[in-house]
């Protein structure tokens, strides 16, 4: 099992900032890409941005020069800095990765984490 947690959600107002972790943990042989994902109330799950094991970057365009993602494989953790931040983004943020588990014969994985509430008031 590979497990993922969120932390540093919480209540902002419009304009101002927050950043979110997500470390991976378990039997983990290399890490992949990994990857943000919003779901606001009675919606889909989407693609905030992503981030591969190279550093190549991927972005939702109505995030585009506001929110920078980035990792530590080192640390296999991956971090989303939220400036600039709207009413709009206002969602349960989800953090996502995908890699290889360690052991005598590694098995891929795909993992989610339990999420952690972002809410911009205005």
């Known amino acids: 099992q590979v497990q993922l947690v969120e932390s540093g959600g919480g209540l902002v107002q419009a304009g101002g900032s927050l950043r979110l972790s997500c470390p991976a943990s378990?039997?983990?042989?290399?890490?992949?890409?990994m990857g943000w994902y919003g779901q606001a109330p009675g919606q889909q799950r989407e693609l905030v941005a992503a981030?591969?094991?190279?550093?190549?970057?991927n972005y939702a365009d109505s995030v585009k020069g506001r929110f920078t993602i980035s990792r530590d494989n080192g640390k296999n953790t991956v971090y989303l800095q939220m400036n600039s931040l709207k009413p709009e983004d206002t969602a349960v943020y989800y953090c996502?990765?995908?890699?290889?588990?360690?052991?005598?014969?590694?098995?891929?994985?795909?993992?989610w984490g339990q999420g952690t509430q972002v809410t911009v008031s205005s």
């Open positions: 981030i591969t094991s190279g550093g190549s970057t």
């Open positions: 996502n990765a995908e890699g290889w588990r360690d052991g005598s014969l590694p098995l891929p994985f795909r993992s």
């Open positions: 378990g039997r983990i042989r290399s890490v992949n890409n």
